[in-house]
Nanobody, 116 residues
Framework: QVQLVESGGGLVQAGGSLRLSCVAS????????MGWFRQAPGKEREFVAS????????SYADSVKGRFTISRDNAKNSVYLQMNSLKPEDTAVYYC?????????WGQGTQVTVSS
């Protein structure tokens, strides 16, 4: 059974930083791409960043480029999202995601709130 558990969210002032973590279990983590998504109140879930199995191929949403960095540690079954220069519009629940054998798995999410 695949499980994804996020942590590291919280309340931060604009301009501050947070580092989110997602620990995966129930899959051969090093074989799979991972992604971060977010969902703000009243809005649809949106893509934030993704990283392929070995960390060579990385993508970011335009809204976070230059501020957020995705990384992974396959030895720890973990993917991270370093978020710098946070803005109030970054406020959302952040989810990690992976796809395995044609099925999509989501974590439970971690709340990030950025105050102005």
């Amino acid at each position: 059974q695949v499980q994804l558990v996020e942590s590291g969210g919280g309340l931060v002032q604009a301009g501050g930083s947070l580092r989110l973590s997602c620990v995966a279990s129930g899959l051969a983590f090093g074989n799979y791409a991972m992604g971060w998504f977010r969902q703000a109140p009243g809005k649809e879930r949106e893509f934030v960043a993704s990283i392929n199995w070995n960390g060579v191929s990385i993508s970011y949403a335009d809204s976070v480029k230059g501020r957020f960095t995705i990384s992974r540690d396959n030895a720890k079954n973990s993917v991270y999202l370093q978020m710098n220069s946070l803005k109030p519009e970054d406020t959302a629940v952040y989810y990690c995601k992976t796809d395995r054998v044609g099925r999509t798995y989501w974590g439970q999410g971690t709340q990030v709130t950025v105050s102005s």
